[in-house]
C-alpha cells in the first residue's frame, strides 16, 4: 500500500490539476447487451445515477448498474465475494489496494474534492454558520460551536468510509491549527463509530436536507450538487490537495480493529474487476476518462487533473483514453 501511495503522490505532483484535450466520448459500444456493474464511493451516488450512468449508457450502448456506499465497506464486501462488481469507484486508492492483486492490479486517479462543513439554512445555528462561512467570524468558532451542547453533527464512519477517516482527521488538524484544547476532538467527534453522529455516507446529507442534523461533514461536490450551503476549509486541512499530501499524513487515526491510517489526498480512483462484462466495465471508465465525463465531473465541482495510473496490466483502451 504504500508503494502504491508514494507512487501515486509523486505522479500528481507531476501532473496535479492539470487539464488535458481529450477526444471524443461516444466511442463504440462494447457488445450489445453489456452491464457496467459498478460500485462507487457514497458520495459519487447523484453524479453517477443521474448524470454519469445514463449518459455513459446512451454514448455506448451499454447498460449501466450502480450501488453506492463506504469504499472500505464496499471492498470488504468484494473481497468476501457478497458483491461483484466489475468496475469499482473509490475515494483514495487504499480500499482499491486491498482488493490486489487477487481482483485487480491497477487504478486510475483523475479527480479530488476537498472535504468542507455543510450546514442546514434554516438550523438556529445557521447565522453564525454563515458568518464563519463568509469569514466575519474566524474558523475556530467551527470548532467551537461544533463542540457545544446541543448542536447536532453528522459524519460517515471512519472504519467503512475514507471521508470519514479524513473528517475526523481534519478536526484533530484544526485542533492543532488553532491552539484550541486537545479535549476538543473527544467533544465533537465522540467515539469513533459514535451513533448519536455517524450515518451511512448514502444517507447523511439527506438527514441535513430533513433538518435532522445542524450541519455534516460532506464533499464540496456534494454541497454544490445538492445546493447546501457550506463553510470551505483552508488547503493544509481539507484533503483536497495532492500536492499536500505530506501535511494530511501527520495526522492518524486509530481504527476500531487497531489499524492507525494517516491521512491522504481523497481522490477519486477507479478500476476494472474481474473479466465478466469486462469491455462495458473498461468502457465505463474510460467514458470517465474522456471529455463529456470529464465536463460532468468539473460541473458538479470536483477538480479534475490529467489521469495518474498506477499498477500493472492496464487495459490498453482505458490508458489510451486518459493520453488524449
Same mark, same amino acid.
Given at each position: 500500500?504504500?508503494?502504491? $501511495?508514494?507512487?501515486?503522490?509523486?505522479?500528481?505532483?507531476?501532473? @496535479?490539476?492539470?487539464?488535458?484535450?481529450?477526444?471524443? %466520448?461516444?466511442?463504440?459500444?462494447?457488445?450489445?447487451?453489456?452491464?457496467?456493474?459498478?460500485?462507487?464511493?457514497?458520495?459519487?451516488?447523484?453524479?453517477?445515477?443521474?448524470?454519469?450512468?445514463?449518459?455513459? @449508457?446512451?454514448?455506448?450502448?451499454?447498460?449501466?448498474?450502480?450501488?453506492?456506499?463506504?469504499?472500505?465497506?464496499?471492498?470488504?464486501?468484494?473481497?468476501?465475494?457478497?458483491?461483484?462488481?466489475?468496475?469499482?469507484?473509490?475515494?483514495?486508492?487504499?480500499?482499491?489496494?486491498?482488493?490486489?492483486?487477487?481482483?485487480?492490479?491497477?487504478?486510475?486517479?483523475?479527480?479530488?474534492?476537498?472535504?468542507?462543513?455543510?450546514?442546514?439554512?434554516?438550523?438556529?445555528?445557521?447565522?453564525?454558520?454563515?458568518?464563519?462561512?463568509?469569514?466575519?467570524?474566524?474558523?475556530? $468558532?467551527?470548532?467551537?460551536?461544533?463542540?457545544?451542547?446541543?448542536?447536532?453533527?453528522?459524519?460517515?464512519?471512519?472504519?467503512?468510509?475514507?471521508?470519514?477517516?479524513?473528517?475526523?482527521?481534519?478536526?484533530?488538524?484544526?485542533?492543532?491549527?488553532?491552539?484550541?484544547?486537545?479535549?476538543?476532538?473527544?467533544?465533537?467527534?465522540?467515539?469513533?463509530?459514535?451513533?448519536?453522529?455517524?450515518?451511512?455516507? %448514502?444517507?447523511?446529507?439527506?438527514?441535513?436536507?430533513?433538518?435532522?442534523?445542524?450541519?455534516?461533514?460532506?464533499?464540496?461536490?456534494?454541497?454544490?450538487?445538492?445546493?447546501?450551503?457550506?463553510?470551505?476549509?483552508?488547503?493544509?486541512?481539507?484533503?483536497?490537495?495532492?500536492?499536500?499530501?505530506?501535511?494530511?499524513?501527520? @495526522?492518524?487515526?486509530?481504527?476500531?480493529?487497531?489499524?492507525?491510517?494517516?491521512?491522504?489526498?481523497?481522490?477519486?480512483?477507479?478500476?476494472?474487476?474481474?473479466?465478466?462484462?469486462?469491455?462495458?466495465?473498461?468502457?465505463?471508465?474510460?467514458?470517465?476518462?474522456?471529455?463529456?465525463?470529464?465536463?460532468?465531473?468539473?460541473?458538479?465541482?470536483?477538480?479534475?487533473?490529467?489521469?495518474?495510473?498506477?499498477?500493472?496490466?492496464?487495459?490498453?483502451?482505458? $490508458?489510451?483514453?486518459?493520453?488524449?
Amino acid at each position: 500500500m504504500i508503494d502504491h $501511495r508514494t507512487r501515486l503522490v509523486a505522479a500528481i505532483g507531476v501532473s @496535479a490539476l492539470a487539464l488535458s484535450a481529450c477526444g471524443s %466520448t461516444a466511442g463504440a459500444s462494447s457488445g450489445p447487451h453489456q452491464t457496467a456493474n459498478v460500485a462507487y464511493a457514497g458520495s459519487l451516488e447523484l453524479l453517477n445515477e443521474q448524470t454519469i450512468g445514463p449518459a455513459f @449508457a446512451k454514448a455506448t450502448g451499454n447498460r449501466y448498474l450502480g450501488r453506492g456506499a463506504g469504499s472500505f465497506g464496499l471492498a470488504k464486501e468484494i473481497a468476501a465475494g457478497e458483491i461483484s462488481p466489475n468496475v469499482f469507484e473509490s475515494i483514495g486508492s487504499a480500499p482499491i489496494v486491498e482488493l490486489e492483486p487477487s481482483k485487480t492490479s491497477w487504478y486510475v486517479s483523475f479527480a479530488a474534492s476537498p472535504i468542507v462543513v455543510a450546514y442546514n439554512p434554516h438550523t438556529s445555528y445557521a447565522p453564525t454558520l454563515r458568518k464563519i462561512s463568509q469569514g466575519k467570524l474566524p474558523l475556530a $468558532r467551527l470548532f467551537e460551536l461544533l463542540g457545544s451542547k446541543g448542536f447536532l453533527l453528522g459524519r460517515t464512519n471512519p472504519n467503512t468510509d475514507p471521508q470519514g477517516q479524513a473528517f475526523y482527521e481534519m478536526v484533530e488538524l484544526a485542533v492543532k491549527r488553532f491552539g484550541l484544547p486537545r479535549n476538543l476532538v473527544t467533544g465533537i467527534l465522540g467515539s469513533l463509530d459514535n451513533p448519536a453522529e455517524v450515518f451511512s455516507e %448514502t444517507s447523511l446529507e439527506a438527514r441535513l436536507e430533513a433538518g435532522q442534523l445542524d450541519a455534516a461533514s460532506a464533499f464540496e461536490s456534494q454541497a454544490i450538487q445538492l445546493h447546501l450551503p457550506y463553510i470551505a476549509l483552508p488547503a493544509s486541512m481539507n484533503f483536497g490537495s495532492p500536492n499536500l499530501a505530506k501535511t494530511y499524513a501527520s @495526522a492518524r487515526i486509530t481504527l476500531s480493529d487497531g489499524a492507525v491510517v494517516h491521512g491522504v489526498p481523497l481522490s477519486v480512483d477507479a478500476t476494472v474487476l474481474g473479466h465478466h462484462d469486462a469491455a462495458a466495465a473498461d468502457a465505463f471508465v474510460r467514458y470517465q476518462l474522456q471529455s463529456s465525463g470529464r465536463r460532468a465531473f468539473i460541473r458538479a465541482g470536483y477538480n479534475v487533473y490529467k489521469p495518474i495510473f498506477v499498477g500493472a496490466d492496464i487495459p490498453g483502451s482505458v $490508458r489510451n483514453a486518459g493520453e488524449g
